[in-house]
């Protein structure tokens, strides 16, 4: 995995966070096999870490001023304001069920692109890396009783569950 | 999720291409430039599981649309298909010259189109 | 990888002829918009082809190549639809210019006239078609004998074009990319002993359109732009290199002066013959071949003389009457808006910095200096604010056309006669604004059509004349746009409604509500009448979404009806969506932005007298009651704000009124409604965002939907 350093090292230009992963991961894995790798950028949610499929984020932004929408669901933090673009912002640790907790420094909201050209923000506790898996290494996640979830990815030791976006922003009801 | 680009500047012409891709496997997204520097602004970013674009658009044509992609090494083994008016030997052979992977002329039989597309997606999983 | 493929039609006319026909209906519609548009565009061109022979005759490529491929566009699309007079015009016509652009026909008046006449031939089959949904018999005869003239006449010059190319310099791979067009114009500056150059340039992806467009620029004047050909860039993802295969008179070091040479190289690959002309003026080389066979710039007696030899009047005059305008791009449009709003932004960040300076006395004179500047910037903004929005504003005309051309079809189906009626047709609305009111609007009158009015037998029954009328008419109230769509059949029966509405659990059983309210309820997603959906009263889109739509756009809809006598749905839309006036006002820690063309006046509350009543607040505005309603609970912010210290925005909207309490008043500003974007649908009395000049956004007040709810609660009072 890459060092999340310098993943922050490039978080303080404006720069397209899918080359920049994409280029990261390349230096770490020179010289390996063509097979089909996935790319996965590992954001920490509470006690646990979660990957986020790299094609579907736009980019990695530092924690702005949220403004708060009167009368939504507690999963969503509110608006930003991004370069004219307004997006919503969602909690992700709300919408899994994770206990809540107050932003920090390292807290991140990545950008992603919904279906159907949406887009928003989930707000994660911090960004950790980007991790490329061989196929192989990608099972289904069966046993689990996860909502949002539908494949893990083996890393290190154990395993980490790869968010399935479109079941964690589902049609917005709740 | 297969995502498709098709690169066609006549609004008619994009619907019936759209309308002949409808129903095919798998969920499927399909993204439409209405002129090739529409398509230049979102190669960068998104990649596709294949294209389709015309020859004859105002701002760059189809073929070098197509030249740009075999020249990107994101889009280089995307599958091209090209759609075009051009009917002429020559100008059929110069599209896959320049490494279309289908050549259809106008009008075309959606079917074809269909099939086409449907082999070209499955022939990409299948090198996983 | 699959092996390459290649398929040909099967059948002149499209071996998918038949699927495409089977939804003729709603494409052919398309295709008639698509045709009229480029037959505008031909005619525009057409025009600009006879400026350009009048002026020097010489001709710009670019101009014929355009004309080609709009004819060729044309002949494809009809095709398609088998409409043979239309595709073979076409054909022809596209024939003749394709002679031009490769430099087999000269361009002489009589070729000219025939291009008129073809385009004229052309708008009248395509407009009959448009009609009528069939080619009308006048054009279609004269059609057939234009093209039976056009068989005998035109006799093309030989070809003069080269088997090979021969380019020694150019990298292969341009060359592979060049179509046929291309190469010809390759070939002829090789001929005329043009310089041909390469320019590489590397742009930013999100200005490469203007660099391109600099550069061209550049070139236009002394030569000519045969190929772009685009690479991605090696080194960076948000770079795209472009390759310019270029024409021109004019040495890399004199290029160089009027480009941008930072991000430009330029590669002579063909140093041009001698006797060529090292500094030619502008002229681009005109279509006309070789040098002996040039043509010439003919003297009005000359062409009089040809117009009399062919025996036709020249039709020079019947292209010359396009309206002034041009149709634009709804995206630029969009761009342009865009701009501005970041224009303003940058310009309210300034005006702080302004303020701040001015304040501090060190920097009074710099501040006081600047804000005079600042000032005129101000004034030129608005005045460029306003010209843009006036672009995008296009009267309704065009919608009232649509819904004229729906009911003729639906008199067809449902068998059925109605008498339409349509009034202020130049009321002005945002382009985008009308174009999302078509499907809105053609709903109701479908519905009205359909459902509302009677059968003739039932008319006379009911003393009315035997054929209904629904009648739309627009007009400008302030900052809306009322459109009221009106029919005088059968009206809506009240308690009908209210049973199903309590059927359907919208309604208790025992709840009191005014006739109004009642008939309010169509609008409610669980009544819409989807089990009575007929072929015709659309694809089963019930009167939610039209609300849903309409409010989408910050409109408003309302009915109102009397049994018997007919039924009027009102619809109350905002001028524009772009950018607007909007009071910023302070809610505890957050703020609000308020579009001020819904604000009517702002109060302090301290000094009004407020009456208590249940559990709401009145106060006393000038003798009229004005319902108050306090934002900050209304949103579910902290305040403890004193009443003493507060303000009241009174909000209008139509004739309904109501008065916020908010915290602050903050001033106004220009803003830019964004729409607000994320897996969250719909936020109830919010219509969107902005982003003030502090990067912060700011959240828009849904002043309808505040103040209908509102007037609603009111009623049941």
């Known amino acids: 995995m890459t060092s999340p350093e310098v993943i922050e090292e490039h978080a303080g230009k404006a720069a397209d966070w899918v080359g920049v992963a994409r280029e990261a991961s390349h230096a770490f894995v020179a010289g390996a096999a063509v097979e089909e790798r996935r790319e996965l950028v590992i954001v920490q949610l509470a006690a646990g870490e979660y990957a986020i499929p790299v094609e579907r984020i736009r980019e990695i932004v530092r924690l702005a001023k949220v403004t708060r929408i009167p009368r939504t669901p507690d999963w969503l933090v509110g608006v930003v304001a991004l370069r004219g673009e307004i997006l919503e912002v969602v909690d992700l640790r709300r919408r899994l069920g994770l206990p809540a907790t107050e932003a920090t420094r390292a807290s991140r909201i990545v950008v992603i692109h919904g279906d159907d050209d949406g887009v928003a923000g989930l707000l994660v506790d911090s960004v950790k890396g980007v991790l490329r898996a061989r196929e192989r290494d990608v099972v289904p996640a069966q046993g689990h009783d996860f909502r949002s979830v539908v494949e893990l990815v083996r890393s290190g030791m154990g395993f980490v569950s790869i968010l399935d976006l479109d079941r964690v922003l589902g049609a917005g009801d709740e | 999720m297969k995502r498709i680009l098709i690169v066609e500047d006549s609004a008619t012409m994009r619907s019936l291409i759209v309308a002949s891709l409808e129903n095919l496997a798998g969920p499927v997204k399909i993204v439409e430039a209405k002129s090739g520097f529409e398509a230049l602004r979102l190669l960068p970013r998104e990649t596709f599981d294949l294209v389709v674009t015309d020859i004859n658009m105002p701002d760059i044509n189809g073929l070098e649309l197509a030249s740009f992609l075999k020249s990107s090494e994101k889009h280089a083994s995307t599958p091209l298909v090209i759609v075009s008016t051009e009917g002429a030997e020559r100008d059929i052979q110069k599209g896959l010259g320049i490494g279309a992977d289908a050549y259809l002329v106008k009008p075309f039989d959606p079917e074809a189109l269909r099939q086409i597309v449907l082999d070209l997606l499955a022939g990409r999983a299948q090198e996983r | 990888m699959a092996a390459p493929r290649a398929r040909k039609p099967g059948k002149k006319t499209g071996a998918g002829g038949s699927r495409e026909r089977a939804e003729t209906a709603r494409d052919g519609r398309e295709f008639v918009a698509e045709a009229e548009e480029i037959l505008e565009q031909m005619s525009g061109d057409l025009c600009l082809l006879h400026e350009q022979r009048h002026a020097d005759g010489d001709v710009d490529p670019e101009l014929v190549h355009r004309l080609f491929r709009s004819a060729h566009t044309l002949k494809g699309l009809a095709g398609l639809f088998g409409l043979d007079p239309i595709s073979r015009l076409a054909h022809r016509f596209e024939d003749i210019l394709d002679g031009l652009r490769l430099g087999r026909i000269d361009l002489r008046a009589r070729v000219v006239g025939m291009l008129d006449e073809g385009a004229a031939t052309l708008l009248e089959l395509i407009s009959g078609f448009g009609r009528q949904a069939e080619l009308p018999e006048a054009a279609m005869a004269r059609a057939e004998h234009y093209l039976a003239e056009l068989e005998q006449s035109l006799a ?157 009047p020249t039709k020079i005059e019947s292209l010359r009457s396009i309206s002034g305008s041009v149709r634009v791009d709804i995206a630029k449009l969009d761009l342009l808006m865009n701009l501005v709003g970041e224009l303003v932004s940058h310009r309210n960040a300034l005006a702080g910095i302004v303020a701040r300076l001015t304040a501090d006395s060190r920097n009074a004179r710099i501040g006081a200096d600047l804000a005079k500047v600042q000032k005129l910037l101000d004034r030129r903004l608005r005045q460029l604010q306003a010209g843009v929005l006036d672009v995008r504003m296009v009267p309704l005309r065009q919608v009232f056309e649509k819904l004229s051309r729906v009911v003729r079809r639906l008199r067809v189906d449902l068998g059925k006669e109605v008498a339409l009626e349509f009034a202020g047709g130049d009321t002005e609305l945002d382009k985008l604004i009308v174009e999302q009111l078509v499907d809105p609007l053609v709903h109701v009158v479908r519905n009205a059509f359909d459902h509302a009015l009677e059968s003739p037998d039932e008319r006379e029954a009911a003393g009315k004349p035997p054929i209904g009328r629904i009648r739309v008419a627009a007009f400008q109230r302030g900052n809306h746009v009322v459109l009221e769509v009106g029919d005088d059949g059968r009206g809506m029966d009240v308690e009908a409604i209210r049973s199903k509405a309590v059927s359907r659990g919208l309604v208790g059983a025992q709840e009191v509500l005014s006739e109004r309210e009642v008939l309010n309820l169509v609008f409610e997603a669980g009544l819409s009448t989807r089990d009575e959906v007929s072929e015709t009263s659309g694809r089963g889109v019930g009167m939610d979404v039209v609300r849903s739509n309409l409010a989408a756009l910050g409109g408003l809809v309302e009915v109102s009806s009397r049994r018997g006598l007919g039924t009027t749905i009102t619809i109350t839309l905002p001028i524009t969506l772009a950018i607007i006036q909007a009071l910023i006002v302070r809610v505890g820690d957050e703020r609000y932005a308020i579009p001020l063309g819904s604000v009517r006046e702002t109060l302090r509350a301290g000094e009004q007298p407020v009456l208590h009543s249940e559990d709401k607040e009145i106060l006393n505005l000038r003798g009229s009651p004005l319902l108050l309603k306090n934002l900050a609970y209304e949103f579910g912010i902290e305040s403890d704000c004193e009443r003493e210290r507060q303000f009241v925005v009174v909000l209008g909207m139509g004739e309904h009124r109501l008065g916020l309490v908010v915290d602050g008043l903050e001033g106004q500003q220009d803003i830019v409604i964004k729409p607000i974007k994320g897996p969250l649908q719909t936020i109830h009395g919010i219509a969107g965002a902005t982003e003030l000049g502090d990067r912060v956004a700011v959240l828009v007040v849904d002043v309808s939907a505040l103040v209908l709810e509102t007037a609603r609660r009111r009623e049941a009072a």
């Open chain 3, 156 to 312: 093309p010059s030989p070809s003069d074009a080269l088997d090979g190319l021969d380019a020694p310099g150019i990298d292969p791979t341009l060359l592979r990319a060049l179509t046929e067009y291309e190469e010809h114009r390759l070939r002829e500056n090789l001929q005329r002993g043009r310089p041909i150059v390469l320019i590489d340039a590397t742009f930013d992806l999100t200005s490469f359109e203007d660099g391109l467009t600099e550069i061209s620029a550049a070139v236009r004047e002394s030569g000519e732009i045969i190929s772009t050909l685009p690479s991605a860039s090696a080194s960076a993802e948000r770079k795209i290199c472009f390759t310019l295969l270029v024409a021109t008179n004019l040495a890399p070091e004199q290029l160089g002066r009027r480009i941008d040479q930072s991000n430009c190289a330029f590669r002579v690959v063909h140093t041009g013959r001698i006797d060529a002309p090292a500094n030619a003026p502008a002229a681009p080389p005109s279509p006309g071949g070789t040098d002996g066979e040039k043509a010439e710039t003919l003297r009005p007696a000359d062409e009089l003389a040809e117009a009399s030899q062919s025996g036709e």
